[in-house]
């Protein structure tokens, strides 16, 4: 079965530094995967995935991830953080069929 | 505006008083789910819906309850709620197969004393 780690289930940063949330999966066959942020009192919504092609993809509010299928990883990244991306992080990697095996979540925390 | 909507938002209930959470989609989407959310676990999938009248167990799907009569309309049912079955339910549908990109639904808070 697939399943998902995320490191950390709390990270702090200042506001404008470097965002770095790490997430390593494992899977048998080449997997989907995806980050999704969870705002206060708020469903998840998408952030951004990955399926084939480029490693590197690009999602909203300025993040990014890369896939490495040699780590197994596929870290979420922002060059600077903003007060506005305090939530909660998942990581998830799909089974197919609509399911999807999420991490447990890290919660970041900005600081001014 | 393309949703999936959850009623009720919140609920406080008993042991064994059978409670039905709604949920409903407007995007035409042939796939919908339920998960919970549990502090350190993370979602985990109570049941699924591939279309009208497919439905088939998740991960975690005892205590629990579906039916798909309509494709917009994916109602969660607790039949004898326990205290375990404390939650926040999500909501979610999928127009897409397999790719796993979810809407989510706000959520429902399900508290059993």
């Known amino acids: 079965a697939q399943s998902v780690t995320q490191l950390g289930s709390h990270v702090s940063v200042s506001e404008g530094a470097l965002v770095l949330l790490r997430c390593n999966y494992s899977s048998s066959v080449p997997p989907y995967l995806f980050w999704y942020v969870q705002y206060p009192n708020q469903g998840l919504q998408l952030l951004l995935k990955?399926?084939?092609?480029?490693?590197l993809v690009k999602g909203i509010n300025g993040f990014e991830a890369e896939f490495k299928k040699s780590e197994t990883s596929f870290h979420l990244t922002k060059p600077s953080a903003h007060m506005s991306d305090a939530a909660e992080y998942f990581c998830?990697?799909?089974?197919?069929?609509?399911?999807?095996?999420f991490g447990t979540g890290t919660r970041l925390l900005v600081s001014p | 505006e393309a949703q999936v909507t959850q009623n009720p938002r919140y609920l406080i209930t008993v042991t064994g008083k059978k409670l039905t959470v709604t949920c409903s989609q407007n995007?035409?989407?042939?796939?919908m789910s339920w998960y919970r959310q549990d502090p350190g676990l993370g979602l985990r999938q109570i049941y699924y819906?591939?279309?009208?009248?497919?439905?088939d167990k998740g991960d975690v799907p005892e205590g629990y309850k579906v039916s798909r009569k309509e494709k917009r309309n994916f109602p969660l049912i607790l039949e004898s709620p326990s205290p375990n079955q404390t939650s926040l339910y999500f909501c979610?549908?999928?127009?897409?197969?397999?790719?796993?990109?979810?809407?989510f639904g706000e959520g429902s808070r399900l508290t059993v004393l």
């Open positions: 819906s591939m279309n009208v009248e497919v439905t």
């Open positions: 979610a549908s999928s127009l897409t197969r397999d790719t796993g990109e979810l809407f």
């Open positions: 990955y399926t084939t092609g480029a490693t």
């Open positions: 995007m035409n989407h042939e796939y």
């Open positions: 998830a990697v799909s089974e197919g069929f609509q399911k999807l095996v």
